[in-house]
């Protein structure tokens, strides 16, 4: 993982000033010149990864892997993990990934993607749920919303913040705003004064929104129920370009920054269990309890960084 280099980025960052006057429908041509994060998907398996931070949250989030449901065989389940895993071992052993890179929005390159594992969770009142990739390398959360004039296509419906009763635009002066590291004020069509985002990763996959807050809904850690967390801040992604699959529909940032999910959520330790690739069996992430809690199907010791 790297992290983004502010110096090497300010000679480029006209697109950010251009960024807060042009309108929405005219943002996709803007050529975005920006160094990356790796949008590499760090899956440390049966690991507990810890934060400083404070109260635990009884919190569960059911997971699939990506290609579950399509109707592959065995043996393209397989080919396609191989391909993934070659492709996030070539880029780490590559040094730099490339600074700038021309983004055609909405465009989709065919590449097998290297997300593996979806989390299920759902935003707002009532809830709309979404399926994200999770990503313990970035700490972005996000997902497309509606309106949408350059978004990869998806099967579920984009999220729409005119339908949640909760939701609210984050202001450009926000603590959390300022955690970005490339934000504007929004004008004209955005909104004023509106926290405008582009977050970049090194695959040259991109996502430009708003930073929003809304009430996300988890399965309860220690019941079969739901539990609802208030005021969680969010990308909404209305010009989304990389390497995606219409099963997810964004990304959930796992990482230690604070606009992370666990990081928003208080907890200071999470664990994950996978199933097999070619297993039916939903696998589980758990939000600030032991592992010893979780009584399901599949098991595993968690130990801690």
Request: some cysteine; glycine content about 8%; charged content about 15%.
């Amino acid at each position: 993982m790297r992290v983004p280099e502010r110096e090497a980025v300010s000679q480029q960052l006209h697109t950010m000033q251009e960024l807060e006057q042009v309108p929405m429908k005219q943002l996709q041509k803007i050529p975005l010149l920006l160094l990356s994060f790796e949008k590499i998907v760090l899956l440390l398996p049966l690991l507990a990864l810890t934060f400083s931070c404070c109260d635990a949250a009884a919190l569960k989030l059911h997971a699939n892997h990506a290609d579950a449901g399509r109707g592959l065989s065995r043996r393209e389940l397989l080919h396609r993990m191989a391909v993934r895993s070659k492709a996030r071992a070539a880029r780490l052993l590559s040094g730099r990934a490339p600074a700038s890179a021309r983004v055609d929005p909405g465009a989709y390159t065919g590449v097998v993607p290297d997300t593996e594992y979806l989390v299920h969770l759902a935003i707002g009142t009532p809830p709309q749920p979404v399926q994200l990739t999770l990503d313990t390398g970035s700490d972005l959360v996000w997902t497309q919303c509606r309106p949408c004039p350059a978004c990869f296509a998806q099967t579920l419906p984009y999220f729409d913040p005119s339908n949640s009763s909760t939701f609210g635009a984050l202001p450009c002066d926000s603590p959390m705003c300022d955690d970005l590291a490339w934000s504007s004020c929004g004008k004209q069509n955005w909104g004023n004064r509106t926290c405008v985002y582009v977050y970049a990763y090194a695959d040259n996959s991109i996502t430009t929104g708003s930073l929003d807050a809304d009430t996300f809904t988890f399965a309860a850690g220690d019941s079969s129920g739901e539990a609802s967390v208030p005021g969680l801040a969010f990308g909404c992604g209305i010009f989304n370009n990389g390497i995606f699959t219409s099963n997810e529909t964004g990304i959930a940032g796992f990482g230690r920054g604070a606009l992370s999910l666990p990081s928003q959520l208080k907890v200071d330790n999470f664990s994950h269990c996978f199933t097999t690739i070619t297993g039916s069996e939903p696998s589980t992430v758990l939000l600030g309890l032991p592992a010893d809690l979780y009584g399901g199907a599949v098991q595993s010791n968690t130990s801690r960084l």
